[in-house]
């Protein structure tokens, strides 16, 4: 059983800053690649952003440059740093870890993002 868990959402103004992070913890599974997506009411769950296991990176092209994915020192953990927060960043943020063995994903609760003044 894999359980995944985020943190770090939150309200920030246009233009801040804020880090969220994700653990998942996966006794039996070997998780590969992990990632950021992001929802908003009435659309469907986004990619937002991505690293493999060699740590390769991807990013949607409207946060390339603002936003920075990377891996934590623990265990399948990863971080994505958001910088020059918009509006429309503003949703639902959920990370993903990949088995990499049978390509499941395990989806954490979510935490939610809010740019606003």
């Known amino acids: 059983q894999v359980e995944v868990v985020e943190s770090g959402g939150g309200l920030v103004p246009p233009g801040g800053s804020l880090r969220l992070s994700c653990a998942a913890s996966a006794d039996t599974v070997s998780i590969s690649g992990m990632g950021w997506h992001r929802q908003v009411p009435g659309k469907e769950r986004e990619l937002v952003a991505h690293?493999?296991?060699?740590?390769?990176?991807f990013y949607v092209d409207s946060v390339k440059g603002r936003f920075t994915i990377s891996r934590g020192n623990a265990k399948n953990s990863v971080h994505l740093q958001m910088n020059s927060l918009k509006p429309e960043d503003t949703g639902d943020y959920y990370c993903k870890g990949l088995d990499g063995a049978t390509q499941t994903a395990y989806w954490g609760q979510g935490t939610r993002v809010t740019v606003s003044s």
């Open positions: 690293i493999s296991d060699r740590g390769r990176t």
